[in-house]
């Protein structure tokens, strides 16, 4: 059974910074993709940032230049740095782990939550 445990959410004033980590347990962390998935009450979840398997990574434009997305293969656990944050970044964060098999089927997990909360 895959595990993903966030954590780092916090309340804090806008222009300050947030590091979330997930850890995860259960399984081999690097044949999974990663992401950082955000929702805010009464809307849908978006995603915010990803890692592939090889460090390649994608961010939101909402978020570029402001958050970084990584991984430490060794420790299992992914991160994400954001810096500048704004009130409308006040959301949950949830991590995500997805692979596809050689079949082409796709697998993925979900962590429970972390609450990022942005002061004006």
């Known amino acids: 059974q895959v595990h993903l445990v966030e954590s780092g959410g916090d309340l804090v004033q806008a222009g300050g910074s947030l590091r979330l980590s997930c850890v995860v347990s259960?399984?081999?962390?690097?044949?999974?993709?990663m992401n950082w998935y955000r929702q805010a009450p009464g809307k849908q979840r978006d995603l915010v940032a990803g890692?592939?398997?090889?460090?390649?990574?994608n961010h939101a434009d909402s978020v570029k230049g402001r958050f970084t997305i990584s991984r430490d293969d060794a420790k299992n656990t992914g991160y994400l740095q954001m810096n500048s944050l704004k009130p409308e970044g006040t959301a949950v964060y949830y991590c995500?782990?997805?692979?596809?098999?050689?079949?082409?089927?796709?697998?993925?997990?979900w962590g429970q939550g972390t609450q990022v909360t942005v002061s004006s």
């Open positions: 259960g399984s081999i962390f690097n044949i999974f993709a």
């Open positions: 995500n782990l997805v692979r596809r098999d050689y079949r082409g089927v796709r697998t993925e997990y």
């Open positions: 890692i592939s398997i090889g460090g390649t990574t």
